[in-house]
C-alpha cells in the first residue's frame, strides 16, 4: 500500500500518516518501558540502574541504524513523488544490501566493546556486570533493529505509516509477555528481559517482510532485490550519513549526561533512568510529526510543488506546538503518579517527579527544533539538521556538568541543560529557514 502525499489537503495528510507512527512508537517504547518496570518491581533497585544505565549506548546503536534509514527513505520519497520507480527500487536495493553488511558488523563490534563502553560511562562496578550482559544480548539482535527500521522507513517514504503500527503493536504484547516469563517465572533477570526485546523485534521484523511481499507490489523486486548500485551508494550513504550522525549526536550527549548523573548515586540514576523513559514517551510523538512533515515535503520537492512543501512546514509546526502544550499538563501534573509506575522508593519516586515536573514547562522547545529539523530534511538539507543537534549537545553536556559538578545542583541541572542546549539549535536553525521560507526555493544549497 502507498500513499501520493502530492494531492489533498494538507493538514489531514499529516494527521493521518503521524497517528500511526506516534501509536507505533508509543508502542515500541511501552515494550522498552516494560523492560524498566519489570526489572525494577521483580528483580531490584541495582538491576533497573543497570537497565537505565545501558540504555543510552543501546539507543545510540538503534538511532545510528535508524538515521541511516531515514536519509534512506527521504531519497525513496522524492523518487517517488517524481514518480522515477526503477530509481526508487536500486535505492532501496542498495540500502538493503548495504545495511546488511554494516549491521552485522556494528553488532560485533558493539558486543566485543560492550565492557569498555559501560567503564567509559563511569557505571559503578557494583552493577557492571548485571549491564554488560543485558547490553550484550540486545547488541546480538541489532541485525533484526536494521531490517525492520529499513523496511518500516521504505514503507513510510511511500506514505504507508499504517502497516509498521500493526507490527509493533504484536510485537509489544509478546515483549511484554516475554519480559514476565523470562523474568517473573524463569528468574532470569536484566538477561531475560533484553532476550525478550530481541525476540519480539524478530518477531516485528519478520511481519514486516511477510507484509511487503504480499501487500506491497512495489516492492516485490524478486532478484532485483540484488541489485548494488555503487554510484548511487554514495549519495545514499551521503544522506544516511548525515542522518545518522545526527540521530547518534543527540544520543551521545545523552551518553555523556548519563556519566554525569552517574556520579549522583543510584537513587538519582534510577530515578534518571525512570524519568528518562517518561520523557521518551513525550518526546517521541514530537519526533514522529516532524517524519511525517519529511515525507509530505519530500514527496512534492520531488514533484516539484514547492507552495504545498512550504504549507506542509506550517502545518506541521501548528501540529506540534498543539502536542506540546498537551504533554505540559499531562506531565506537570501527572508527574508523581507516573513514576510510581516504575519505582517504590518514595527518594527515587521524588526526584523523578521533580526531574518531569521541570522539564514538562520546556516541551515547546523540542516542538520547534522537531518540527524546523523536518523542514531541512524535507528539502534535502541534513547538514544543517546535523550541524545544529551537534551545537545542541555542545550546549547540553558541559551545562550539565557545570551545574552538576560545579555548582552541586541536584537532578533540576538535567532539564536546564537540555534547555540550553534547544535555545543554542533554535539560534542556529531559524535564520536559514527564514530565509529559505522567504526566497521561496526550498532547495538545499
Same mark, same amino acid.
Given at each position: 500500500?502507498?500513499?501520493?502525499?502530492?494531492?489533498?489537503?494538507?493538514?489531514?495528510?499529516?494527521?493521518?500518516?503521524?497517528?500511526?507512527?506516534?501509536?507505533?512508537?508509543?508502542?515500541?517504547?511501552?515494550?522498552?518501558?516494560?523492560?524498566?518496570?519489570?526489572?525494577?518491581?521483580?528483580?531490584?533497585?541495582?538491576?533497573?540502574?543497570?537497565?537505565?544505565?545501558?540504555?543510552?549506548?543501546?539507543?545510540?546503536?538503534?538511532?545510528?541504524?535508524?538515521?541511516?534509514?531515514?536519509?534512506?527513505?527521504?531519497?525513496?520519497?522524492?523518487?517517488?513523488?517524481?514518480?522515477?520507480?526503477?530509481?526508487?527500487?536500486?535505492?532501496?536495493?542498495?540500502?538493503?544490501?548495504?545495511?546488511?553488511?554494516?549491521?552485522?558488523?556494528?553488532?560485533?563490534?558493539?558486543?566485543?566493546?560492550?565492557?569498555?563502553?559501560?567503564?567509559?560511562?563511569?557505571?559503578?562496578?557494583?552493577?557492571?556486570?548485571?549491564?554488560?550482559?543485558?547490553?550484550?544480548?540486545?547488541?546480538?539482535?541489532?541485525?533484526?533493529?536494521?531490517?525492520?527500521?529499513?523496511?518500516?522507513?521504505?514503507?513510510?517514504?511511500?506514505?504507508?505509516?499504517?502497516?509498521?503500527?500493526?507490527?509493533?503493536?504484536?510485537?509489544?504484547?509478546?515483549?511484554?509477555?516475554?519480559?514476565?516469563?523470562?523474568?517473573?517465572?524463569?528468574?532470569?533477570?536484566?538477561?531475560?528481559?533484553?532476550?525478550?526485546?530481541?525476540?519480539?523485534?524478530?518477531?516485528?521484523?519478520?511481519?514486516?517482510?511477510?507484509?511487503?511481499?504480499?501487500?506491497?507490489?512495489?516492492?516485490?523486486?524478486?532478484?532485483?532485490?540484488?541489485?548494488?548500485?555503487?554510484?548511487?551508494?554514495?549519495?545514499?550513504?551521503?544522506?544516511?550519513?548525515?542522518?545518522?550522525?545526527?540521530?547518534?549526536?543527540?544520543?551521545?550527549?545523552?551518553?555523556?549526561?548519563?556519566?554525569?548523573?552517574?556520579?549522583?548515586?543510584?537513587?538519582?540514576?534510577?530515578?534518571?533512568?525512570?524519568?528518562?523513559?517518561?520523557?521518551?514517551?513525550?518526546?517521541?510523538?514530537?519526533?514522529?510529526?516532524?517524519?511525517?512533515?519529511?515525507?509530505?515535503?519530500?514527496?512534492?520537492?520531488?514533484?516539484?510543488?514547492?507552495?504545498?512543501?512550504?504549507?506542509?512546514?506550517?502545518?506541521?509546526?501548528?501540529?506540534?506546538?498543539?502536542?506540546?502544550?498537551?504533554?505540559?499538563?499531562?506531565?506537570?501534573?501527572?508527574?508523581?503518579?507516573?513514576?510510581?509506575?516504575?519505582?517504590?522508593?518514595?527518594?527515587?519516586?521524588?526526584?523523578?517527579?521533580?526531574?518531569?515536573?521541570?522539564?514538562?514547562?520546556?516541551?515547546?522547545?523540542?516542538?520547534?527544533?522537531?518540527?524546523?529539523?523536518?523542514?531541512?530534511?524535507?528539502?534535502?538539507?541534513?547538514?544543517?539538521?546535523?550541524?545544529?543537534?551537534? =551545537?545542541?549537545? !555542545?550546549?547540553? #553536556? @558541559?551545562?550539565?556538568?557545570? *551545574?552538576?559538578?560545579?555548582?552541586? &545542583? $541536584?537532578? /533540576?541541572?538535567?532539564?536546564?541543560?537540555?534547555?540550553?542546549?534547544?535555545? =543554542?539549535?533554535? !539560534?542556529?536553525? #531559524? @535564520?536559514?529557514?527564514?530565509? *529559505?521560507?522567504?526566497?521561496?526555493? &526550498? $532547495?538545499? /544549497?
Amino acid at each position: 500500500m502507498t500513499n501520493d502525499m502530492t494531492k489533498g489537503a494538507i493538514t489531514p495528510l499529516l494527521i493521518r500518516f503521524t497517528i500511526p507512527l506516534v501509536l507505533g512508537n508509543l508502542f515500541q517504547l511501552t515494550y522498552n518501558a516494560a523492560d524498566s518496570i519489570i526489572v525494577g518491581k521483580f528483580v531490584g533497585e541495582e538491576a533497573l540502574a543497570a537497565v537505565g544505565t545501558s540504555n543510552p549506548l543501546m539507543t545510540l546503536a538503534i538511532l545510528f541504524i535508524n538515521g541511516m534509514c531515514l536519509g534512506a527513505g527521504i531519497l525513496v520519497s522524492t523518487a517517488f513523488g517524481a514518480g522515477n520507480t526503477q530509481l526508487m527500487e536500486r535505492q532501496v536495493s542498495t540500502t538493503a544490501i548495504a545495511g546488511t553488511v554494516f549491521s552485522l558488523a556494528f553488532s560485533a563490534l558493539c558486543v566485543i566493546l560492550a565492557t569498555p563502553l559501560l567503564q567509559l560511562m563511569q557505571v559503578p562496578a557494583d552493577i557492571l556486570p548485571i549491564a554488560v550482559s543485558y547490553l550484550r544480548i540486545v547488541f546480538a539482535g541489532l541485525i533484526f533493529t536494521f531490517f525492520y527500521n529499513f523496511l518500516a522507513a521504505t514503507m513510510r517514504a511511500l506514505g504507508d505509516s499504517k502497516s509498521a503500527l500493526y507490527f509493533l503493536m504484536v510485537s509489544s504484547v509478546l515483549n511484554i509477555g516475554g519480559d514476565l516469563f523470562f523474568v517473573k517465572v524463569l528468574s532470569w533477570g536484566s538477561e531475560g528481559c533484553a532476550l525478550s526485546t530481541v525476540l519480539s523485534e524478530a518477531m516485528c521484523c519478520l511481519l514486516c517482510a511477510i507484509y511487503i511481499k504480499y501487500k506491497v507490489p512495489i516492492l516485490c523486486l524478486g532478484r532485483r532485490w540484488l541489485v548494488f548500485d555503487g554510484k548511487l551508494l554514495k549519495k545514499i550513504v551521503s544522506y544516511g550519513w548525515a542522518s545518522a550522525m545526527q540521530q547518534a549526536t543527540v544520543q551521545m550527549g545523552k551518553i555523556a549526561v548519563q556519566g554525569i548523573v552517574n556520579t549522583m548515586g543510584v537513587n538519582t540514576m534510577a530515578a534518571f533512568a525512570a524519568a528518562s523513559r517518561i520523557d521518551d514517551f513525550a518526546y517521541t510523538p514530537q519526533q514522529n510529526i516532524a517524519h511525517a512533515m519529511t515525507t509530505l515535503m519530500a514527496q512534492n520537492r520531488g514533484a516539484g510543488k514547492k507552495d504545498r512543501v512550504k504549507e506542509g512546514f506550517h502545518c506541521g509546526i501548528r501540529i506540534e506546538l498543539v502536542y506540546a502544550a498537551g504533554l505540559t499538563v499531562v506531565c506537570f501534573f501527572g508527574a508523581e503518579g507516573i513514576m510510581r509506575m516504575f519505582a517504590e522508593e518514595p527518594e527515587v519516586i521524588e526526584l523523578g517527579a521533580r526531574f518531569l515536573r521541570l522539564i514538562s514547562l520546556m516541551y515547546f522547545l523540542p516542538a520547534l527544533t522537531n518540527g524546523i529539523q523536518g523542514f531541512f530534511r524535507g528539502i534535502g538539507d541534513l547538514k544543517i539538521t546535523l550541524r545544529s543537534s551537534m =551545537l545542541s549537545m !555542545a550546549a547540553r #553536556v @558541559p551545562s550539565a556538568a557545570l *551545574l552538576v559538578l560545579y555548582f552541586h &545542583m $541536584e537532578i /533540576e541541572a538535567l532539564p536546564w541543560s537540555y534547555a540550553f542546549g534547544w535555545f =543554542l539549535m533554535l !539560534a542556529y536553525e #531559524v @535564520p536559514p529557514m527564514l530565509r *529559505l521560507l522567504r526566497s521561496g526555493t &526550498m $532547495e538545499n /544549497e
